[in-house]
């Protein structure tokens, strides 16, 4: 059991050391983030990279809508596991980070599998209404959460996968003193999710925390 294990920076370190290699043009993305100060902190982690590239692997999917793509790095994770006929849709309200992005897709040469979207995602999702997935990883602002997975499950297939970043908010969901409006957001929807019984899901320790569920 692994009860008292503390995920530090130091064994973070170690697991993706003893992960997957990174992509250069993802190792790319993370050298330019760092260029970028305290906003390098809204990008996922290597380790949420190698997950996420495994995940479609295994699972085979070809249709994946991404909600928050920043500079790239979830997103160029995506595209390396879909097959050249799959398909990531990227929903971001940036125009800047979106061209830098686009940038480091068209370098690791995988933007022939992307279209991205610039405008609030609440909006895009009502455009992609006639769409399907079979998976959608949501990494966007916190606040709309809810809405966002009440919207993906209208788009997802049977048995596809909906990905929730940043569910253990530096851990301070567990502390129940804690009453901020954003640890009480994700706490919220946490128990939410939990709660639904059209999913199966987990929560797995990766960066700051991702439930994946499997729709019934
Ligand atoms: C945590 S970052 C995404 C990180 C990205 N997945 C990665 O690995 O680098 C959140 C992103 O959501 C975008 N965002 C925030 N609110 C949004 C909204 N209402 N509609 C669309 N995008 C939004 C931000 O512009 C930002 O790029």
């Not at 769409?131 to 959608?136: H, I, L, P, S, Y």
């Not at 997802?156 to 901020?180: P, S």
């Amino acid at each position: 059991m692994g009860a008292n294990l503390e995920i530090t920076k130091k064994l973070q370190n170690y697991i993706n050391d003893f992960g997957l290699k990174l992509h250069p043009v993802q190792q790319e993305i993370i050298d330019y983030n760092n260029t970028l100060g305290d906003i390098k902190r809204m990008q996922v982690d290597p380790s949420q990279c190698h997950f996420l590239y495994l995940i479609i692997k295994i699972s085979n999917i070809k249709n994946v809508l991404e909600i928050g793509t920043f500079t790239g790095l979830s997103a160029l994770s995506i595209l390396l596991a879909l097959p050249d006929n799959g398909k990531l849709i990227a929903l971001d309200k940036n125009e800047e980070t979106n061209k830098v992005a686009l940038n480091f897709f068209k370098k690791a040469k995988q933007d022939h599998k992307i279209k991205t979207i610039i405008k609030p995602a609440l909006e895009s999702l009502n455009e992609l209404k006639n769409t399907k997935f079979d998976m959608v990883f949501i990494d966007a602002d916190k606040m709309n959460y809810k809405e966002y997975y009440e919207r993906s499950l209208k788009l997802i297939n049977k048995n596809g996968l909906i990905i929730i970043d940043n569910v253990l908010w530096h851990g301070e969901v567990a502390d129940e003193d804690n009453l901020d409006k954003y640890t009480v957001n994700i706490r919220e929807f946490n128990k939410y999710v939990s709660n639904d019984k059209r999913v199966e899901q987990i929560i797995v320790p990766l960066g700051d925390g991702m439930t994946i569920c499997r729709v019934l």
